[in-house]
C-alpha cells in the first residue's frame, strides 16, 4: 500500500478536539449524505441499502455516510427515506455500523428535518417552519409556523436521534444545516420570516448543536454547509460566513461544505457544465474557524481531488455521484485504478422524487434488490452483439467479464451510437467519458469491435453462423416513427440524428470542418433530443424555431437534467417555442401548425396558422418501441429458434420504457445476465438441430448484410 500513503487523498485523518476521543479515517473519502430511497417506507435501514453503504466501504472509503436522516416523522421528505425518529430504528442501524466497521470505515449519520419541504403527501403529517411560506419545488404546501415551544421541541428531536445515532455504533454525527431544509431555513430570509429569538438566523443551529453535543458527548460531530444559498434573495456566500462565525463551534469537531437550496436546485448537484471543484473558491472563508474541513461539488476525477487536498483547500472530500457510479473510484482516486465515470446526467437526483435512484452509467443500482453478478459461461463460449450503442456496449462488457469471448457489430464509424451524437451537447460535457471508457474496457477485456458493418438483424440465424456465435444480443433499437405530415419528404426535412451526423461541423465547431453553423433551424420535436439541439445550436448562434406536441419541453429528462438548458432557450431572444402544436404541412420554407383551443362554450378544438420556418427543418422523433402485442420473450424464443442459439434484445425497446440513455443501460445489463444464464459453466453446448443449408451470408464494411 506504499503507492495508497504517496497520495494526499490516501493519507490518514484524526477527527476529535475539546478532550473528545478522536476517531482516525485511514483516508481523506467519506461518502457524502446521498439520499437514495433505499429504506422502507416507515424509516427502516433495508438489506439492499446496508449492501450498498458496504460495498463502497469495502471499496476502501474513510468514512461511510447514511443520507439525509430525519429526526422526526413530520421531517420525512422521501418515501422510503431512513429516520431515527424511534427507537426501533437502532437494531437495523446497528447491523450497518457493524458491516461498515468491520471493513474498517467510519461510520457517519446525517440528522436532518425537511422543515418546509417536507409534504404531508409523502410524511402523513403537517409540515412545520419557521414561517408559513411553502416551497413550491417540493409540492407547494403551506407549512404551520413553529411556536417557540414548538421550536424547543424540535431541538430536543435532534437529541434524541443523536442519542440513538450513538446507540447505532455511529461514530460521526453530522447535522445538515444546508439545502433548504429546516436548520437552513431558520437560517434564510427566504423561509424566516421571524420576529422572535427564532429570527437570529444561527439561533436554531446553536441549539442544536449544543442538543446534539449534550446527547453524544463522545460523537464527532460537524455541521453541512450551504455556502451559498443560490436565489439573489436568499444568503449570500459572505452572510454564510456571518452566520457560521457566530455558531457554537467550539462544540463542532469538522464542517461539510456544500452548496444550494430547493430554489436553487443546481447548486446542490451540479450540472455538468459546471467545473469540478466549484465550491474551492468559498472554503478558504471557513479556514478561519480553525476545523477540518470537508468539501463536496463536482467531485469527478482524482486529479481534482488530489489539488483540492493538495493545496489545502479542504482536509477530506465528499463524494455522492461518482462512487454512486462506482465503487471503484476509490481505487482510482488511491491507486489509480481504472473506474466506471460518472457523466454528470443528474439522473440519479431526478429519479428521487419517483423512487429508488438509479444511474445511468452503472445499472446495478438502485433496482429494489441487491445485485446479483452475471454469472460466470462456459469455457469457449462466444457471442455476437449488434449495436455499439449504451446497451450494446454494456451488453458486451458484462459478458467479456463473465469469460465468453464478444464480438461487436456496428454500422457506425465510432462507438456509442446515438449517444456519440449526446456528446457534443453544450449540457453533456461529461458525456464522452462513457464511450472512452467503454472503449478502454473493450481493450481491456479483448472484446472484438468491427465498426462500419451493416448487419440486418432479422436474419439472426446467419449472423449467428458468420460468426460461429453460441448466442446473439441484438442492440440495434427501434424505429423511427414517420414524420406524419405532407412535406416531409421535401428537401431540407431530416432526422435530427441523420442531420448531425451529416453535418460534423456541427457537433466540431472548431474542427477542420471550419465551424460553419447554420443561420437558422426549424425542429419539429420537444423531447430532450430536440432541446438539446436547440439549446446548442442557440448558444452558437442560430436562430431555432422549436415545435413541438409536448406540453413541456423534455418531459422524458428530469427538472435537474434540463435545470440549465431550459431557461436558456426560453430567455434567448433568437429562439421561438412552441408547445402543444402539431405539424399539419410544409411547403418548404412554412410550417402550418394546429394546436388545441377553446371557443366561448368551453368546447375542445384546434386551430391552424402558418409559420415561417427558416433553414433546415429537423425531426426528433423518438424511437418506437417492437410490437408490443408480441412480449419480448416471445419474439427472443422465436428467433433463437430460427439462430439455433439463444437471442435476446437490448434497448429501452424492450421494456416499453423511454428512450434515454440510463434505460438502455439496464436494459443492455439484463439482456447479458440472460445470455449469460443461458451459457452458464456447467451446461451443454448448444446443438443446431438439422437444417437445409443456409444462402451465403456476408459481412460487408459500409454495405448491407446479404
Known sequence: ???????????????????????????RLASAPMERNYGTTDGHITEQYIDYLVTRASAGLGLVTTEATYVRADGKGRTHQLGLHTDAMVPGLRRLTDALHAEGALAAVELNHGGRTAQAAVSGHKNVAPSPVPCDV?????????????????????????????????????????????????????????????AAPEHFLNLVIDAVRTA?????????????EGPADGISAAEQVAIMAKANLDQLDFLDLSAGSYDAGEWIVQPGEWKPGLLRDYAAAYRQFGLPLGMAGRLNSPAVIEEVLGTGVCDFVSLARAIHADPAFVGGVLLGEPYRPCIACNVCIDTLGQGQVTCTVNPAVGRSRIPLPTPGVRAGARVTVVGAGPAGLTSARELALAGAQVTVLDDGARLGGQFALAEQMKSAPDFHRFTDW???????????????????????????????????????GGTRPGAGFPGADLPGVADVRDWLAAHPEVLHPDGPAGGDIPEAVTIWGADSVAMSLADTLADRGTAVLLVGPQE????????????????????????????????????????????????????????????????????????????????????????????????????TVVDQTPAIASDAVK???????????????????????AAPAPEPFELSMNGAAS
Not at 453524544?216 to 451559498?228: H, K, T
Not at 465498426?451 to 453462423?465: H, S
Open 216 to 228: 453524544a458527548p463522545d460523537a464527532i460531530v460537524g455541521v453541512r454547509v450551504s455556502v451559498v
Open 552 to 651: 413541456v419541453l423534455a418531459p422524458e429528462s428530469g427538472r435537474r437534467a434540463k435545470i440549465l438548458a431550459v431557461p436558456r432557450l426560453e430567455q434567448n431572444p433568437r429562439v421561438r417555442i412552441r408547445l402543444g402544436a402539431t405539424i399539419e404541412e410544409y411547403d418548404g420554407g412554412r410550417i402550418r401548425i394546429s394546436v388545441p383551443s377553446r371557443d366561448g362554450t368551453g368546447r375542445d378544438g384546434t386551430v391552424s396558422e402558418w409559420l415561417d420556418a427558416p433553414g433546415s427543418l429537423l425531426v426528433s422523433r423518438s424511437v418506437l418501441p417492437l410490437d408490443g402485442s408480441v412480449p419480448a420473450e416471445d419474439r427472443e424464443a422465436g428467433l433463437s429458434g430460427e439462430a439455433g442459439v439463444p437471442v435476446t434484445f437490448a434497448g
Open 1 to 27: 500500500m506504499t503507492e495508497h500513503n504517496t497520495r494526499h487523498a490516501g493519507r490518514p485523518l484524526t477527527l476529535g478536539r475539546n478532550g473528545r476521543t478522536p476517531r482516525t479515517l485511514h483516508n
Open 138 to 198: 417540493a409540492g407547494g404546501e403551506v407549512p404551520l409556523e413553529l411556536t417557540a415551544g414548538e421550536c424547543h421541541a424540535l431541538v430536543a428531536s435532534y437529541g434524541a436521534a443523536a442519542r440513538r445515532a450513538v446507540a447505532a455504533g455511529f461514530d460521526v454525527i453530522n447535522i445538515h444545516g444546508a439545502h433548504g431544509y429546516l436548520i437552513h431555513q431558520f437560517m434564510s430570509p427566504i423561509s424566516n420570516h421571524r420576529t422572535d429569538e427564532f
Open 667 to 689: 436494459s443492455g445489463y439484463d439482456a447479458a445476465q440472460r445470455i449469460a444464464a443461458a451459457l452458464a459453466a456447467g451446461t451443454a453446448a448448444f446443438t443446431e438441430p
Open 438 to 476: 467503454s472503449a478502454a474496457e473493450n481493450e481491456r477485456l479483448g472484446i472484438d469491435v468491427r465498426l462500419g458493418m451493416r448487419v440486418d438483424p432479422r436474419d439472426v440465424g446467419a449472423l449467428a453462423r458468420e460468426t460461429a456465435a453460441d448466442a446473439v444480443v441484438l442492440a440495434t
